[in-house]
């Protein structure tokens, strides 16, 4: 039973368009939303998170939304460059001290120069 | 100045020997783990543990047994090696005081079991 999907296995888009990467998640116990970006042959490494009791979070040109009704989050960049392409996976955690995290499947980025 | 190393970064081995993969974190985190990403690319913790004691254990074989000599060191063996055990290894770090907490992880360790 996969408690985090991401049902796009992969998304292309052109430079400076916006990516919009979504995620959802089946656990109401989940409050704690990360996005992670993984590179061939390395480690993934952390992006961007949110808690349940925001909707929305921005670094840069990284912004993550949450709709905790839909249990939906979704990550957009803007604008999109060449060095996002990469394989993204969302991950949700319950509050707690063990950190756990369950991790979808990932979609694959393609940013066209 | 590797914020989580792991080690060996690739691992062929042929079925029925015992293997170890080591990790270490600099970043004096009190929670390490262990991640494995099979051929279908999913991401499933195996294993964590808490300043050296172990706190998720999920469903894995007891061939593979993680040892923490140290809140810096979390190492998995695995005995008796099977063909289904290749895939990608992936240790990483948190700090969990105070709840949610981002995960650091180290380059990963591409097991092969031949």
């Known amino acids: 039973d996969q408690q985090v999907k991401q049902n796009s296995p992969s998304l292309s888009v052109q430079e400076g368009r916006i990516s919009i990467l979504n995620c959802d998640y089946t656990?109401?116990?989940?409050?704690?939303f990360l996005w992670y970006k993984k590179y061939p042959a390395e480690g993934p490494t952390f992006l961007i998170s949110?808690?349940?009791?925001?909707d929305k979070n921005e670094d840069g040109r990284f912004t993550v939304f949450l709709n905790k009704s839909a249990k939906h989050l979704s990550l957009h960049i803007v604008p999109s460059q060449p060095g996002d392409s990469a394989v993204y996976f969302c991950?949700?955690?319950?509050?707690?001290?063990?950190?756990?995290?369950?991790f979808g499947q990932g979609t694959t980025l393609q940013v066209k120069p | 100045d590797t914020a989580v190393s792991q080690t060996p970064k690739y691992l062929v081995t042929q079925m029925g020997n015992d293997k170890s993969i080591k990790c270490e974190q600099n970043l004096g985190h009190d929670t390490m783990y262990w991640y494995k990403q099979d051929s279908k690319k999913f991401l499933k913790i195996m294993f964590s543990y808490n300043n050296k004691e172990l706190i998720i254990n999920e469903t894995v074989p007891n061939r593979f047994s993680p040892k923490s000599p140290d809140k810096a060191h979390l190492n998995l063996h695995i005995n008796s090696l099977e063909l289904g055990d290749s895939a990608v290894y992936f240790c990483?770090?948190?700090?969990?005081?105070?709840?949610?907490?981002?995960?650091?992880f180290g380059q990963g360790t591409r097991l092969t079991v031949v």
């Open positions: 656990n109401s116990m989940f409050d704690y």
């Open positions: 991950a949700a955690s319950e509050s707690s001290n063990t950190g756990k995290l369950i």
């Open positions: 949110i808690s349940s009791i925001k």
């Open positions: 990483a770090s948190s700090r969990t005081e105070g709840g949610w907490a981002e995960a650091f």
